[in-house]
């Protein structure tokens, strides 16, 4: 018997999604941009994402960057960026609110709103925010333009992250001890936290599970846009084990600035010829798991939405057959009757076994993919069996676990 296990909640009605990411200065913006206004011709209501600093204004021929509410750019599509300095600016205001009392308390001075400025790590936390905005929006189709490849993996990790972490600081059980705190506090002689400590982290868990559940929908892909060449060879290498080890999958492969082969110059032509050799290389790595859609370059930085169509369609994002949440890929397979087994599998193309890690504690798995970390929660009946052993086979990690006889029903 094989059963996979579960992932995060589907959701219904959640909007066809790309998430477009890359090595660094390899047209993402761009890609992205044209994916969505190719998603609005064909008719579909589309918002169009940036977390670029300057959002999306610059390709899309705006004369302003657009707003950090959506905004008409041409019909059927709209864009917006995130905004890290009003988020944490509102988010600080709120907390300091909440926390009024303890400050009054110790003396403490408000800060004003225009006193603030954003700490590092803020820009994550407000894209997490934009995201599950726009995925409670009418969108038809959602294009977010990510931050560069191995950033924008930290942050699709990050809710799964942060809500383990609330369950362990705040578990739901622990709730029940409000009802002691205003005893405690006659005995203490202090004022106790207050109940919106607990009432924070329950909105923050849900917010946090309606951005996992976008992230691990079957209506959500990650498109990877890179300029061929050696340097973007070794980070999509990088990163596949990070998309393996989180479980997002990819709808296509974007070589960006593709050179004309044409060419009768000797020295574009030579440029052009090492972009095919790496092309070649990577529809042999990559080509069964990732379609291979090439831009090709238009002799200058594209600037309009004229532009953007001439570039062509990087990719359809509108119907996708809803495979099912796809945010944990590993499966388990009951082979108690053969060797008396439970064999937990994992897909890691590509990764070897020194890059690969596996820790148990508790009932939650430690593993390790070259740089990426994740902590996966261990099924019911994998928590009462020991880890036997593990291998990695033809790109699969597969965990052995042994069930412990005390912990099992006994078989007449």
Same mark, same amino acid.
């Given at each position: 018997?094989?059963? &996979? ?11 066809? #999604? ?5 090595? %660094? ?23 169009? +994402? ?6 999306p ?6 004369? #302003?960057?657009?707003?950090v509410?959506?905004?008409?750019v041409? @019909? ?6 995130v ?44 894209? =997490? ?19 560069? !490849? ?10 799964? &992250?942060? $809500?383990? !972490? ?37 909105s ?9 559940? =976008? ?14 060449g ?9 990163? &596949? ?37 790496? +092309? ?12 291979? $859609? ?9 600037? %309009? +939405? ?10 359809? @994002? ?7 949440p ?14 008396? !087994?439970?064999v ?9 076994k020194?890059?690969?890690? +596996?820790? &148990? ?18 099924e019911?009946?994998?928590?009462r069996?020991?880890?036997s ?24």
């Amino acid at each position: 018997m094989t059963e &996979r296990a579960p992932g995060p909640a589907p959701v219904t009605g959640t909007p066809r #999604t790309v998430l477009v990411t890359g090595p %660094g200065g390899a047209g993402r913006s761009t890609v992205a941009a044209a994916t969505a206004l190719a998603a609005a011709r064909r008719g579909s209501r589309t918002l169009l +994402l940036s977390a670029d600093p300057a959002g999306p204004g610059a390709v899309l021929g705006a004369r #302003t960057a657009p707003a950090v509410e959506p905004a008409e750019v041409t @019909p059927g599509l709209w864009a917006a960026r995130v905004d890290p300095a009003d988020y944490f600016r509102t988010e600080f205001l709120a907390l300091q609110e909440r926390a009024a009392t303890a400050l009054d308390m110790l003396g403490a001075r408000r800060l004003d709103g225009e006193e603030l400025t954003e700490l590092p790590g803020s820009e994550q936390f407000a894209l =997490l925010q934009a995201l599950r905005r726009a995925s409670a929006g009418d969108w038809d189709v959602l294009v977010v333009d990510l931050p560069p !490849l191995r950033d924008a993996l930290s942050v699709l990790a990050l809710p799964e &992250r942060l $809500r383990r !972490l609330l369950g362990r600081l705040l578990p739901a059980e622990r709730q029940a001890a409000r009802a002691l705190r205003p005893m405690m506090a006659q005995l203490a002689g202090v004022p106790m936290p207050a109940g919106w400590l607990y009432g924070a982290a329950a909105s923050r868990d849900e917010e946090l599970a309606a951005v996992q559940a =976008l992230i691990g929908a079957g209506t959500t892909t990650v498109r990877l846009v890179a300029e061929p060449g050696p340097a973007a060879g070794d980070a999509l290498r990088v990163a &596949r084990d990070g998309l393996s080890l989180y479980g997002l999958r990819v709808d296509a492969l974007v070589p960006n600035k593709v050179l004309p082969t044409d060419s009768s110059d000797a020295w574009l032509a030579t440029l052009a010829a090492q972009q095919q050799k790496c +092309l070649d290389e990577w529809g042999e790595e990559y080509g069964s798991a990732w379609p291979l $859609r090439a831009v090709r370059h238009l002799g200058r930085d594209p600037r %309009g +939405l004229d532009d953007l169509d001439h570039l062509g369609d990087p990719g359809d @994002p509108g119907d996708l057959a809803d495979a099912g949440p796809h945010g944990d890929p590993w499966w388990v397979e009951d082979r108690r009757e053969e060797d008396g !087994l439970l064999v937990w599998s994992l897909p890691l193309p590509g990764a070897t076994k020194a890059d690969v890690g +596996l820790v &148990r504690r508790g009932d939650e798995l430690l593993l390790t993919v070259g740089p990426f970390h994740r902590i996966v929660p261990l099924e019911a009946a994998l928590r009462r069996c020991t880890v036997s052993g593990a291998a990695l086979t033809d790109g699969v990690l597969k965990v052995r676990f042994t069930p412990e006889p005390g912990l099992w029903p006994r078989t007449p």
